[in-house]
């Protein structure tokens, strides 16, 4: 399975600032998604994101609120853009090869919180 | 659209116990179906998956096997431990071959010693 790094494992930021989290994979990959966990809740689809193009967001996720990067197929970016304490989550970064049958493997996520 | 329904919890139980957990799904496809774990403070780790009907996934006692009739996917574990404490999340690939996963809300067990 693909080894997934993310940076930072956690951090406390101010309403009205931004943030910028890394996802890193040990190999290449086709499929890389960025989702969101709320305290206590399931995970969230935000996008996903795709390498040399615009990311594909899910309904009530918007590219201004969460821009996203993808260079390459080992490395993608997700920015949280002017915070409000509603934004404190979990966000993860997930990787896969294929569709449907394949296996998405996560990252550790990265824990933000707003104040 | 696609939907993941998990049994609600907290589910507690004392080492050595059946463990069942209640998962069904909707899809307009065939999608995949996965379990995923999540301890505390770590990420999700993959526990097990099932890609058609009948299917049976396992993997470290834990087990759950595809059924399209009733559009379910149980997780069972024949003895449970201190240690399988977490968070377990039910899963499906959305239909629409996208590669996206669809979750349930997560059931937490807690196993007493």
């Known amino acids: 399975s693909a080894v997934i790094s993310q940076k930072p494992s956690r951090d406390i930021c101010q309403r009205g600032t931004s943030l910028t989290i890394q996802c890193q994979v040990d190999s290449q990959v086709t499929m890389m998604f960025w989702y969101r966990q709320q305290p206590g809740q399931s995970l969230t689809l935000i996008a996903t994101?795709?390498?040399?193009?615009?990311?594909?967001?899910e309904s009530g996720f918007v590219i201004d609120k969460f821009p996203i990067s993808r260079p390459n197929l080992t490395f993608s970016t997700l920015t949280v853009s002017n915070m409000s304490p509603e934004d404190s989550s979990i966000y993860l970064c997930?990787?896969?090869?294929?569709?449907?049958?394949?296996?998405?493997?996560f990252g550790p996520g990265t824990r933000l919180t707003v104040l | 659209g696609d939907s993941v329904t998990q049994m609600e919890g907290p589910v507690t139980l004392s080492e050595e116990a059946f463990l069942t957990i209640n998962c069904t799904y909707t899809?307009?496809?065939?999608?995949?179906l996965f379990w995923y774990v999540q301890y505390p403070g770590e990420g999700l780790q993959l526990l097990l998956k099932?890609?058609?009907?009948?299917d049976k996934g396992s993997n470290k006692g834990f087990e759950a096997t595809y059924r399209k009739e009733t559009t379910s996917f149980h997780l069972e574990k024949g003895s449970v431990q201190v240690s399988d404490s977490a968070v377990y999340f039910c899963a499906l690939s959305d239909s629409g071959n996208t590669g996206k996963l669809i979750f349930g809300q997560g059931t937490t067990l807690q196993v007493k010693p």
């Open positions: 099932a890609t058609k009907a009948d």
């Open positions: 899809a307009t496809g065939y999608p995949s």
């Open positions: 994101a795709n390498q040399g193009s615009e990311a594909t967001y």
């Open positions: 997930s990787v896969g090869q294929g569709i449907r049958t394949d296996t998405q493997y």
